[in-house]
């Protein structure tokens, strides 16, 4: 088993859709923390480095004043793909786990079996596909990121770190496993781009209080709840009509 496997947190607090959502408050604790304690329980990990920038690091170090063994690294602001590639080098890992600052509830589990899935398949890129947007990761092997870096000169791609890798895949070895049964849950958001978002997953994190780990099946039984109440919401409105045309016309 490879060593120097580490998880790279891309996160800054100018970001342009919800500033400064890596330091909000999320059941008494910002979003960051929250990501590097679920990031801690992995079997993997060697170390957990924030990638940030100038203009972000101190307060995001006052968030994380309480926490042990986290690395900082200071790089550009715009070139995320830099970003990686340097912090890469510094704490000279050879498997990078990329984790971004706006998924306070990033899986631990499917974490490690991408880490297992990557190592296995001795892949360039390995991320799970079905899982509810805002849990999973990627995992990355240097080399590839190291070539992504050197080759590419495109903003997106630059901005976005692996979509030079996606976009070559005659080149690359990208694995991606594809959840199944309970856990294929594609239609399930909770990563954190605006308000909305934020406040849904406050309501996860309140619906779950006092609960020390909120699973990936705490999170998917939330929203079946929330399914299933909306659905009884709307069957018993006065204003509620079938459509003769239905499937339930024809069995009411």
């Known amino acids: 088993m490879i060593k120097e496997i580490d998880a790279i947190v891309q996160t800054r607090i100018d970001s342009t859709r919800l500033p400064g959502k890596t330091i909000m408050s999320i059941a008494g604790k910002s979003l960051i923390a929250h990501i590097v304690e679920r990031l801690f329980l992995s079997k993997y990990l060697r170390k957990i480095i924030i990638a940030t920038t100038e203009d972000s690091v101190e307060k995001i170090k006052g968030c994380l004043s309480e926490y042990r063994n986290i690395e900082f690294f200071v790089g550009s602001k715009n070139n995320v793909l830099e970003r990686y590639f340097k912090a ?52 990355i092997k240097k080399e590839a990121l190291r070539i992504a870096y050197k080759s590419t000169r495109d903003p997106y791609d630059q901005e976005h770190v692996t979509p030079f890798l996606y976009k070559n895949r005659d080149s690359f070895k990208v694995l991606e496993p594809l959840a199944s049964g309970f856990y294929y849950a594609p239609d399930i958001r909770v990563t954190i781009d605006t308000k909305e978002d934020y406040e849904r997953v406050v309501k996860i994190f309140e619906f779950y209080k006092g609960k020390k780990y909120i699973s990936m099946e ?35």
Do not use: W
Request: glycine share 6%; net charge negative; aromatic share 8%.
């Open 88 to 139: 890469s080098e510094e704490f000279q890992s050879k498997i990078i786990v990329r984790a971004t600052g706006d998924n306070p509830l990033v899986c631990p589990e499917f974490m490690d079996s991408a880490i297992e899935v990557h190592l296995n398949g001795d892949a360039d890129l390995t991320h799970y596909l079905g899982i509810p947007l805002g849990t999973g990761v990627e995992v």
């Open 218 to 252: 705490n999170i998917i039984d939330f929203f079946e709840r929330e399914k299933r109440k909306n659905s009884r919401t709307m069957l018993g409105s006065k204003n509620f009509r079938v459509p003769k045309t239905s499937f339930l016309s024809n069995i009411i």
